[in-house]
């Protein structure tokens, strides 16, 4: 997709809406903000998103798509970096060499964004985050919307903590290495768990896949068998139905012989939960595109913005999810 062409006097025009933008200290995008549908220019964002790893991702990819669609006045050019960082920034300096309106980006690891940002910045190109987080200076993007990951793992470890009053052995399946929700859903549940019966005796990296997390899960029971496990904790639902499978597989009932708590609430986790294999999900909602859209129209109309924008989360045991399947929207 071609970026539309404007008129010099446009451009001079964005430009002062540019200087007046204010929430990230770097000049505004090369595109002013239309009337989402009603015939001005579209503005034209590129979206880095992660891959399409879990059924998670695939919500949060159709939100996205839905909400910077040309009825709503956007020209979208999307990306799925298959988890590979190093292409995912590499999709950000395509966007950046497209003179791209504003970009967006669901960064797969924390790390390493510090240089490629500067680019954008430099070429007066602002970005919003999306769901995960960057270590980067807070000065090198404009705003970010997504979840308390932290607050998810914590939710987690406080139900653990209070459900399981005697000694209790558990695994960790872990979201892929160096990600914001990995690490932050793992010192929220530390946390909460900290000083009581639950021992954490291994925790390992399924990436957040339903493969990797059956792979690993196989890998805890040939160790230490049903018996030495008494609970999974899973950073995300598709992780969690992995290890149902290996659970089944190995004879054992999953949500009694081993119980599972999960992050996410997609409705095939919801459904396991329902149907006694899970028997905690604490929400992670994947419906972030309006919001996201709202946001880049505001900073390229020089608004002031919000550095954080976070989304609420609900929590789920087996009747609340029974009650909330029939309108799930995903």
């Known amino acids: 997709m071609k970026k539309t062409i404007i008129t010099g006097l446009a451009v001079a025009a964005v430009g002062m809406l540019a200087l007046t933008a204010c929430s990230s200290g770097a000049e505004g995008g090369s595109g002013a903000a239309s009337d989402g549908g009603s015939g001005g220019d579209l503005i034209t964002v590129g979206f880095a998103q992660t891959g399409s790893e879990s059924g998670w991702r695939s919500a949060n990819t159709e939100s996205m798509k839905t909400a910077f669609s040309t009825d709503n006045g956007f020209d979208l050019i999307f990306n799925a970096a298959d988890n590979d ?30 240089d490629v940002l500067q680019e954008a910045a430099d070429a007066g190109i602002p970005v919003i985050l999306e769901d995960r987080t960057v270590s980067a200076s807070e000065d090198l993007y404009s705003t970010w919307v997504g979840l308390d990951f932290q607050l998810e793992g914590q939710k987690a470890g406080e139900w653990a903590a209070e459900t399981f009053t005697g000694p209790t052995n558990m695994v ?34 399924g990436d957040f896949t339903r493969d990797g ?36 597989a190995a004879g054992a009932v999953p949500g009694e012989d081993i119980k599972i708590i999960s992050i996410d609430a997609v409705h095939d986790g919801m459904q ?7 028997n905690y999900i604490v929400e992670c909602n994947p419906l972030l595109g309006d919001k996201a859209a709202a946001l880049v129209k505001a900073v390229l109309n020089g608004e002031s913005v919000d ?24």
């Open 85 to 114: 960082a190093a292409a995912q920034i590499a999709a950000v300096r395509s966007f950046i060499n497209q003179g791209v309106d504003a970009i967006v980006i669901a960064p797969i690891v924390e790390d390493g964004w510090d």
């Open 213 to 248: 997390g059956k792979t690993v899960m196989e890998g805890f029971l040939q160790k230490y068998g049903v018996d030495g496990i008494d609970l999974v904790y899973a950073h995300n639902d598709d992780m969690a139905l992995g290890a149902i499978e290996a659970i089944e």
């Open 272 to 278: 396991a939960l329902a149907d006694g294999k899970i």
């Open 172 to 205: 960790v399946l872990e979201g892929t290495t160096g990600s914001a929700p990995a690490n932050d859903r793992a010192t929220g549940f530390d946390e909460a768990i900290a000083g009581s019966s639950i021992t954490k005796i291994d925790s390992q990296t």
């Open 307 to 330: 550095k954080r924008t976070i989304v609420e989360d609900q929590a789920f045991d087996q009747d609340a999810a029974i009650a909330a399947l029939p309108d799930r929207k995903y």
